[in-house]
């Protein structure tokens, strides 16, 4: 008898939630459900929204409104991608679609009718991938919404798709970075009606982040992908006619031989046409060093200790015939790798510099794990510290590293082929998603009580930056997180017992950074290439 009463119960709770969950948005109302968080919290979900509409190549526009209201209990497709095999890389999976500009909002409550709005901070998640892979379903809320916090995630285009800059008004570049500040336009506008506080919504000088001569790549993928590269006109016209996953398809052919940068083979450009419509017309290392910054927020720099762990990288560690690939071809390779081909005055005797530095001359299974060390730094700890040098000008800096070896490590997957001795290494890159979220990749779920108890502590450490501008939720002996500048660029590291601790530049990076510092300037130096002016 109490059983059933307490099933009526049940269900007639759950059947009013239910009931409360259309909601009015810009362009339509949506109807949503509720799902259970990580400590059995009910939560209200949305999926699918549409954000933006565009055409191929083409910056995006509102989507068009709808009158009924909308089915938002689904994920939207994700843009179009392969999903990479890391064990067989024959065997790829396209997945998605152009129409993929779509969002995810996740709230613990809703705004009441005839009652006085409570609004909650609001998360905005940029989903990673090295710009060509992942999207928003990967990305489960549960944990966050253990929290009084509203959380967006979203869809946005991806690689070649999302990049292609032609220098004209059919393919001005930075389509993806377009497609962001539309689905920020749109949380803006209508995060209040599911609960969100507009007014809290919360490294720039990565040098693999910008492209600097977009005409000589999409020539370069015009010729892989079979189109003529005579003209724009014809490239462009060509581009347009192909299906989806013959360009992606193509896209990942591009590194097969190692002789291209792996981080971004298309990423953000300079736009020289509709500049009142343009989402970069300077350098961005140019508008940082000297202060010509529209928005200037708090920002914490965030970083795991072996940030350089990436699954390409555990290829070459793993497989010694691309170790003897790259000492071959290593003059070749290791400038486009490293993105110095451009900006080095000699980059061979760079070249020769890095590989003294880091392997002694010679790339093998005993040295191997360097290169974990070598992009480390050069895409991550560096350029993290560079913009950390300018930034706290402007605005609050606090630079945390991760060490924290998880139970589920991103290290554990990308190794598991390892023949050499491989160790599971601190805080891989990756490894501080799986913080926040069930990531699919390394870890269906947190089960481990040391992994849990982190799990908390760093989400409510991020919800306190989002509340107040300032990480002031820390643990352990660190009271008090001060700002980057002030600790003489210090800050914390989580360490490999979870605890909280102060750090500052140690010896390895002093050594590191003789070494990289001319690098550095000459990628501030950089011109970039106009490519409303070059001719094909």
């Given at each position: 008898m109490v059983r059933g009463i307490l099933s009526v119960l049940s269900f007639l709770v759950v059947t009013l939630v239910q009931a409360d969950q259309i909601i009015?948005?810009?362009?339509?109302?949506v109807q949503g459900n509720i799902a259970i968080s990580r400590d059995e919290k009910i939560f209200h979900q949305f999926l699918g929204i549409p954000y933006a509409k565009a055409e191929r190549f083409q910056a995006p526009v509102n989507p068009d409104p709808w009158n009924d209201v909308r089915d938002a209990t689904k994920h939207g497709p994700v843009c179009?991608?392969?999903?990479?095999?890391?064990?067989?890389?024959a065997s790829k999976v396209f997945l998605g679609s152009e129409d993929c500009l779509n969002l995810n909002v996740f709230s613990p409550k809703l705004p009441l009718p005839d009652q006085a709005k409570v609004l909650l901070p609001v998360m905005v998640w940029f989903h990673g991938g090295g710009g060509d892979v992942d999207g928003a379903m990967n990305y489960d809320?549960?944990?966050y919404m253990d929290t009084d916090i509203v959380l967006v995630t979203f869809n946005a285009r991806l690689g070649f798709l999302g990049y292609l800059n032609l220098g004209n008004e059919f393919a001005s570049g930075n389509q993806r970075l377009k497609d962001q500040v539309l689905m920020l336009k749109w949380v803006q506008e209508n995060i209040e009606n599911f609960g969100g506080d507009p007014a809290r919504d919360g490294s720039p000088l990565m040098p693999h982040m910008f492209i600097r001569n977009p005409i000589q790549q999409a020539k370069r993928y015009g010729e892989q992908v079979g189109c003529p590269v005579e003209s724009k006109e014809g490239l462009l016209e060509c581009l347009k006619g192909k299906r989806p996953e013959d360009l992606v398809l193509s896209f990942h052919r591009w590194d097969a031989d190692l002789t291209e940068n792996e981080f971004l083979k298309f990423g953000p450009s300079l736009e020289y046409t509709s500049p009142e419509n343009a989402f970069m017309i300077e350098s961005p290392f140019l508008s940082l060093s000297e202060g010509r910054i529209s928005n200037k927020v708090p920002w914490i720099t965030s970083l795991s200790f072996n940030?350089?762990?990436?699954?390409?990288?555990?290829?070459?560690?793993?497989?010694?015939?691309?170790?003897?690939?790259?000492?071959?071809?290593?003059?070749k390779v290791l400038p486009r790798y490293l993105d110095y081909e451009v900006t080095a005055k000699d980059p061979d005797a760079v070249t020769r510099k890095i590989m003294e530095h880091y392997f002694?001359?010679?790339?093998?299974?005993?040295?191997?794990?360097?290169?974990?060390?070598?992009?480390?730094?050069?895409y991550f700890t560096g350029p993290s510290v560079n913009s950390g040098d300018y930034y706290p000008d402007h605005a609050p800096t606090y630079a945390l590293m991760n060490k924290y070896v998880l139970s589920n490590s991103v290290s554990k997957t990308f190794g598991a082929s390892c023949t050499f001795g491989f160790r599971v290494v601190e805080g891989a890159n990756g490894d501080e998603i799986s913080f926040q979220f069930p990531w699919p990749i390394n870890n269906p779920g947190i089960n481990k009580s040391?992994?849990?108890t982190l799990s908390k502590n760093f989400i409510q450490l991020l919800i306190s930056f989002a509340e107040t501008g300032?990480?002031?939720?820390?643990?352990?002996?660190?009271?008090?997180?001060?700002?980057?500048?002030v600790q003489k660029r210090g800050g914390?590291?989580?360490?490999?017992?979870?605890?909280?601790?102060?750090?500052?530049i140690s010896k390895e990076y002093i050594n590191s950074h003789k070494l990289w510092a001319p690098m550095f300037k000459n990628d501030l130096a950089a011109e970039f290439e106009n490519p409303a002016e070059e001719s094909f």
């Amino acid at each position: 008898m109490v059983r059933g009463i307490l099933s009526v119960l049940s269900f007639l709770v759950v059947t009013l939630v239910q009931a409360d969950q259309i909601i009015s948005t810009s362009f339509g109302k949506v109807q949503g459900n509720i799902a259970i968080s990580r400590d059995e919290k009910i939560f209200h979900q949305f999926l699918g929204i549409p954000y933006a509409k565009a055409e191929r190549f083409q910056a995006p526009v509102n989507p068009d409104p709808w009158n009924d209201v909308r089915d938002a209990t689904k994920h939207g497709p994700v843009c179009p991608q392969i999903i990479p095999n890391f064990d067989d890389e024959a065997s790829k999976v396209f997945l998605g679609s152009e129409d993929c500009l779509n969002l995810n909002v996740f709230s613990p409550k809703l705004p009441l009718p005839d009652q006085a709005k409570v609004l909650l901070p609001v998360m905005v998640w940029f989903h990673g991938g090295g710009g060509d892979v992942d999207g928003a379903m990967n990305y489960d809320p549960q944990y966050y919404m253990d929290t009084d916090i509203v959380l967006v995630t979203f869809n946005a285009r991806l690689g070649f798709l999302g990049y292609l800059n032609l220098g004209n008004e059919f393919a001005s570049g930075n389509q993806r970075l377009k497609d962001q500040v539309l689905m920020l336009k749109w949380v803006q506008e209508n995060i209040e009606n599911f609960g969100g506080d507009p007014a809290r919504d919360g490294s720039p000088l990565m040098p693999h982040m910008f492209i600097r001569n977009p005409i000589q790549q999409a020539k370069r993928y015009g010729e892989q992908v079979g189109c003529p590269v005579e003209s724009k006109e014809g490239l462009l016209e060509c581009l347009k006619g192909k299906r989806p996953e013959d360009l992606v398809l193509s896209f990942h052919r591009w590194d097969a031989d190692l002789t291209e940068n792996e981080f971004l083979k298309f990423g953000p450009s300079l736009e020289y046409t509709s500049p009142e419509n343009a989402f970069m017309i300077e350098s961005p290392f140019l508008s940082l060093s000297e202060g010509r910054i529209s928005n200037k927020v708090p920002w914490i720099t965030s970083l795991s200790f072996n940030s350089g762990f990436l699954a390409y990288t555990s290829k070459i560690i793993t497989r010694p015939s691309l170790q003897q690939k790259l000492n071959t071809n290593i003059l070749k390779v290791l400038p486009r790798y490293l993105d110095y081909e451009v900006t080095a005055k000699d980059p061979d005797a760079v070249t020769r510099k890095i590989m003294e530095h880091y392997f002694n001359g010679e790339i093998n299974a005993t040295n191997a794990y360097q290169l974990v060390n070598l992009i480390t730094y050069r895409y991550f700890t560096g350029p993290s510290v560079n913009s950390g040098d300018y930034y706290p000008d402007h605005a609050p800096t606090y630079a945390l590293m991760n060490k924290y070896v998880l139970s589920n490590s991103v290290s554990k997957t990308f190794g598991a082929s390892c023949t050499f001795g491989f160790r599971v290494v601190e805080g891989a890159n990756g490894d501080e998603i799986s913080f926040q979220f069930p990531w699919p990749i390394n870890n269906p779920g947190i089960n481990k009580s040391s992994d849990y108890t982190l799990s908390k502590n760093f989400i409510q450490l991020l919800i306190s930056f989002a509340e107040t501008g300032k990480p002031t939720k820390t643990w352990g002996e660190i009271k008090s997180w001060l700002p980057y500048h002030v600790q003489k660029r210090g800050g914390v590291t989580i360490e490999n017992d979870g605890s909280l601790q102060g750090h500052s530049i140690s010896k390895e990076y002093i050594n590191s950074h003789k070494l990289w510092a001319p690098m550095f300037k000459n990628d501030l130096a950089a011109e970039f290439e106009n490519p409303a002016e070059e001719s094909f």
